[in-house]
């Protein structure tokens, strides 16, 4: 069955980074975009930006450009998220999801979710 | 960006009693538009894309409608389960796939 298994909270000091994993089973890796989102204590969904695990092009959402890198490692089949120079207002959930490439599709299967708190 | 804007922010209903749920874009998204149910602690779940087509597994007391910029989530008998927050999202304007602000459907 299909499965994106991300790995676990973190906790950061402001201005650090955080690196969170998402390794989807039960699938094609290549076959999928990769997209993550995030959600704030109470808030809504935010959508970050996604990569192409076959050529490992990303696409950012403007407000995160410049500090956000996703990456992919094709051998262990593990996508990458990390997020730099951390304030409090980055304290949030964050999932990985995906979409089949080159298609009109919403999100079928998420990650569990990875909670990030960024505090002194 | 689409601009997605959902209403009511919080919808108070019993069980049993028909839920409607609005969703609005900036600009047309054309049938490019889904929702999704996410219930406390977990991640959200898909309920229909296609503006209209239920995914798999999801009951059938729940439908959407609509296309171009206005759509409409209906539950048509809540259940005790059906209590949680709606987002619908556009996927029309690849790669920003944008959010509503959200429903929450709660128990009167």
């Known amino acids: 069955q299909v499965q994106l298994v991300q790995s676990g909270a973190e906790v950061k000091k402001p201005g650090a980074s955080v690196k969170v994993s998402c390794t989807p089973s039960g699938y094609t890796f290549t076959n999928y975009y990769i997209h993550w989102v995030r959600q704030a204590p109470g808030q809504g969904l935010e959508w970050m930006g996604l990569i192409n695990p076959s050529g490992g092009s990303a696409s950012y959402a403007d407000k995160f450009q410049g500090r956000l890198t996703m990456t992919r490692d094709t051998s262990t089949s593990t996508i990458y998220m990390e997020l730099s120079s951390l304030s409090s207002e980055d304290t949030a959930m964050y999932y990985c999801?995906?979409?089949?490439?080159?298609?009109?599709?919403?999100?079928?299967?998420w990650g569990q979710g990875t909670l990030v708190t960024v505090s002194s | 960006e689409i601009v997605m804007t959902q209403s009511p922010a919080t919808l108070s209903m019993s069980p049993g009693e028909r839920a409607t749920l609005s969703c609005r874009a900036s600009?047309?998204?054309?049938?490019?538009l889904a929702w999704y149910q996410q219930k406390p602690g977990q991640a959200p779940s898909l309920l229909i894309y296609a503006a209209s087509t239920r995914a798999t597994g999801v009951p059938a007391r729940f439908s959407g409608s609509g296309s171009g910029a206005v759509f409409t989530l209906t539950i048509s008998s809540l259940q005790s389960e059906d209590f949680a927050v709606y987002y619908c999202q556009q996927y029309h304007k690849w790669p920003q796939y944008t959010f509503g602000q959200g429903t929450k459907l709660e128990i009167k």
């Open positions: 600009q047309s998204v054309s049938s490019n």
């Open positions: 999801t995906r979409v089949p490439l080159y298609t009109d599709y919403p999100f079928d299967y």
